[in-house]
């Protein structure tokens, strides 16, 4: 079954760092662009960050550029959200997504509160 | 960065058809994709590039597009399509990012 399983999301206070994880499983992950979306509590989705399939090709989202960092571990099948100078305005469900030109393939989502 | 505008809700009787909007320049070089999201749910991919459906969604679900517009049109509406929708695309040309819609509630009656 083609799966991705977020973690590592939670309670944090604003200046503070989380590191998301995005478990693939079921096809070739190091052969897919994969992406970061997240969700604040009521409101839409806003698409975070992108990485190409070897990781040496990133773009971040003006609001979290400079604070977040996207990577992957193609022989861990993992992709990571490192999130850094957290502010109030990133609590939000994020999800990982899969890139066929469309995201076709979506985590359940991991919750991040930034509060103090 | 580009912009996807959609209305904020739409409605539909049961069984008739409904069309949903997404506006944005960056559709005049990049093909819409479509996400219908239920409460407490991730968003599942319902339609992409010209008018393609994933493999398990149903075809009164269908995409065209036309100039800065992108439309989604469920052609006799269910109970059960009663979620979010959501399109997004590639930003504009040469900005590797990408940007969603505002998301459009869209509700049977």
């Known amino acids: 079954e083609v799966q991705l399983v977020e973690s590592g999301g939670g309670l944090v206070q604003p200046g503070g760092s989380l590191r998301l994880s995005c478990a693939a499983s079921g096809f070739t992950f190091s052969s897919y662009w994969m992406h970061w979306v997240r969700q604040a509590p009521g409101k839409g989705l806003v698409w975070v960050s992108r990485i190409n399939s070897d990781g040496s090709s990133t773009s971040y989202a003006d609001s979290v550029k400079g604070r977040f960092t996207i990577s992957r571990d193609n022989a861990k099948n993992t992709l990571y959200l490192q999130m850094n100078s957290l502010r109030a305005e990133d609590t939000a469900v994020y999800y990982c997504?899969?890139?066929?030109?469309?995201?076709?393939?979506w985590g359940q989502g991991t919750m991040v509160t930034v509060s103090s | 960065s580009s912009e996807l505008t959609q209305d904020p809700a739409v409605s539909v009787a049961l069984g008739q058809t409904v069309r949903i909007t997404c506006q944005g320049d960056s559709l005049r070089s990049y093909y819409a994709s479509w996400y219908q999201q239920k409460p407490g749910q991730a968003p599942v991919l319902v339609i992409y590039g010209k008018n393609n459906r994933p493999s398990g969604i149903p075809d009164r679900f269908s995409g065209s597009s036309s100039g800065n517009t992108a439309s989604l049109t469920i052609t006799g509406a269910q109970a059960e399509d009663e979620a979010d929708y959501y399109c997004?695309?590639?930003?504009?040309?040469?900005?590797?990012?990408?940007?969603f819609g505002g998301g459009t509630k869209l509700t049977v009656l």
């Open positions: 997504a899969r890139d066929v030109d469309a995201f076709d393939i």
């Open positions: 997004n695309s590639r930003d504009s040309s040469g900005n590797p990012n990408w940007v």
